[in-house]
């Protein structure tokens, strides 16, 4: 592996010196040369610290740091050949893009003609040529980030940090400089490490995310893996919209589990064996992996709608099945009726769509 943490632990001294806060409890994570990694959670759950103990703007109370094979844990962020995009920008405003751009080149004293020649190849890698000689104040914001990018890209870093560098922008901005950041990292092919609390762009961006939560790591997948095999109800709840339905195991067969839950049973794929009869779990059953009203197809449970929005692409529904209110949501184009408030509906939930939990 070519970036590798080993049991890491960050530890701060709590203010006013009562005691200690753990930011990050033992990290472990493996990462890929070339590879796009996202570090996810909510605020305060340690992605941003494990970043820049990665950097080495913080450094590890404990637990090891290795990048290619070499231990960095004691080395300066200058000495471990990576470059990081800030939140903020971070361009300078009385420099023109090219010179923010060359400024790490010139401060190597490297020759002029290489400076020009690189810095021409990297504003075309971010799509602005033409903008050397503007100002940041002539810039827009996502303008200011593609700079940013550019400074960070053309120092050939090893590690392409980037923490939270979209939450400046606007949504239609954002979602464009998701999709820029992801065709320049995949074209150069560098190793990157980025931070959000966005789901979005973690499940668009990453080839693996790593969702964090309380200083510690929940799950490591593929954003399909995460999203459709989550390990437990934080990891569920925090990616996409999920309905948590308790249930209770009757019996399984051929890998499948019948589970009582919502007035009805419920056959659920089970990627484990040791479910027991009568054992209490949790079903996650997503708002779009149902049908309300199916043709020519038997339902799985019977229920009542309390509440609709029709929202052009689709449709919303809260329905109460078993006592319980599921949010469901109906994408088929050919459906020309929205269902009323009080109508009562069968709802047929996608073979292979649901999971379970333990409780």
């Known amino acids: 592996?070519?970036?590798?943490?080993?049991?890491?632990?960050?530890?701060?001294?709590?203010?006013?010196?009562?005691?200690?806060?753990?930011?990050?409890?033992?990290?472990?994570?493996?990462?890929?040369?070339?590879?796009?990694?996202?570090?996810?959670?909510?605020?305060g759950c340690g992605k941003t610290t494990t970043l820049r103990m990665i950097a080495g703007f913080e450094f590890p109370t404990a637990g090891t740091i290795r990048l290619d094979g070499e231990?960095?844990?004691?080395?300066?962020?200058?000495?471990?050949?990576?470059?990081?995009?800030?939140?903020?920008?971070?361009i300078f405003p009385h420099l023109t893009v090219f010179e923010n751009i060359a400024y790490g080149l010139k401060v190597q004293r490297l020759p002029k003609a290489e400076i020009t020649e690189r810095v021409g190849r990297v504003l075309g890698l971010v799509e602005m040529e033409g903008f050397g000689k503007r100002t940041?104040?002539?810039?827009?914001?996502?303008?200011?980030?593609?700079?940013?990018?550019?400074?960070?890209?053309?120092?050939?870093?090893?590690?392409l940090l980037m923490d939270e560098p979209l939450s400046n922008l606007d949504a239609k901005l954002r979602e464009q400089m998701r999709y820029e950041i992801r065709r320049i990292q995949q074209q150069i092919g560098i190793t990157s490490v980025y931070v959000t609390h966005d789901q979005v762009e973690a499940m668009t961006m990453s080839d693996r995310i790593v969702v964090m939560n309380e200083g510690r790591i929940e799950q490591v997948g593929s954003p399909t893996e995460i999203y459709r095999r989550p390990n437990n109800r934080f990891v569920a709840d925090f990616i996409g919209k999920a309905n948590f339905v308790t249930g209770k195991v009757q019996g399984m067969a051929d890998g499948r589990l019948s589970v009582a839950a919502l007035g009805s049973t419920v056959t659920v794929a089970a990627s484990e064996n040791n479910f027991q009869a009568g054992q209490e779990v949790t079903l996650v059953i997503r708002p779009e992996m149902a049908q309300i009203n199916p043709p020519q197809e038997a339902a799985?449970?019977?229920?009542?709608?309390?509440?609709?929005?029709?929202l052009g692409s689709l449709v919303e529904y809260d329905v109460e099945a078993g006592g319980q209110v599921l949010s469901l949501v109906e994408h088929d184009p050919r459906r020309t009726t929205i269902h009323a408030k009080g109508e009562k509906v069968q709802v047929r939930f996608l073979d292979d769509c649901l999971y379970v939990i333990p409780d």
Do not use: C, W
């Open 71 to 90: 231990v960095i844990n004691d080395f300066p962020p200058h000495k471990r050949d990576m470059s990081m995009v800030f939140q903020s920008y971070a």
């Open 136 to 159: 940041p104040d002539q810039l827009s914001g996502g303008q200011q980030q593609r700079v940013a990018l550019a400074r960070a890209l053309i120092m050939e870093p090893k590690v």
């Open 1 to 43: 592996m070519y970036l590798v943490l080993e049991d890491v632990f960050k530890v701060f001294t709590a203010r006013g010196g009562a005691g200690e806060v753990t930011a990050v409890s033992n990290v472990s994570l493996q990462i890929e040369k070339g590879e796009f990694i996202t570090l996810l959670g909510p605020s």
């Open 300 to 310: 799985h449970v019977e229920g009542i709608v309390r509440q609709s929005a029709y």
